[in-house]
């Protein structure tokens, strides 16, 4: 009987300890869910009513950026894949040659133009976390709620933008 009653208090004693830890635990992701970040319901949309960039904006835009560069990735990493699946056919027919160089060419344009949409992603996922997201990088003005639905990694109003678009053009003249 003593060596159970030993046992017992050795029990007890591990289980005080295990406790501790796990209602501090529970302490500190209580004191984190108060501070951490404000959650959204998933149909939530921007509201003008609502305060300009207040932090569901920047919760609601951090989602939808995050997704769209999820879904961006997997859709490179398909056509990456399905494409060298196709380079084992090598056709005898010249033209037929020249049409699978030409339709991965295309492809890699695409590919291309979307590993650029994801680097502006990751620079408008920075704008959110260093708190210059939804304002013109030249004019410090709001870009607007319409806008960043349609085009979340636009940089600067319309107007900003659209001057930005003819120095292109000037340029490119050049």
């Not at 932090?55 to 494409?83: C, D, I, P, S, T």
């Not at 027919?93 to 994801?118: G, H, P």
């Not at 304002?135 to 930005?164: F, N, S, W």
């Amino acid at each position: 009987m003593p060596k159970t009653s030993k046992v017992k208090k050795k029990i007890k004693k591990n289980k005080p300890k295990s406790s501790n830890k796990n209602n501090t635990k529970i302490v500190s992701k209580a004191k984190e869910t108060n501070k951490g970040p404000i959650k959204i319901s998933k149909t939530y949309i921007p509201k003008d009513t609502e305060k300009y960039m207040c932090e569901k904006h920047k919760v609601f835009f951090r989602m939808k950026l995050q997704e769209w560069k999820k879904e961006l990735v997997k859709a490179n990493n398909e056509a990456l894949y399905n494409g060298s699946m196709d380079d084992n056919s090598i056709s005898a027919d010249i033209v037929d040659q020249a049409s699978s160089y030409t339709d991965k060419n295309v492809e890699m344009k695409a590919i291309n133009r979307q590993i650029k949409l994801i680097s502006e992603i990751d620079k408008a996922l920075l704008r959110i976390k260093d708190e210059t997201y939804g304002y013109c990088l030249d004019t410090a003005e709001p870009i607007g709620l319409k806008r960043l639905m349609a085009r979340p990694v636009a940089k600067y109003t319309i107007a900003a933008q659209e001057k930005h678009e003819k120095n292109e053009k000037v340029h490119a003249d050049d």
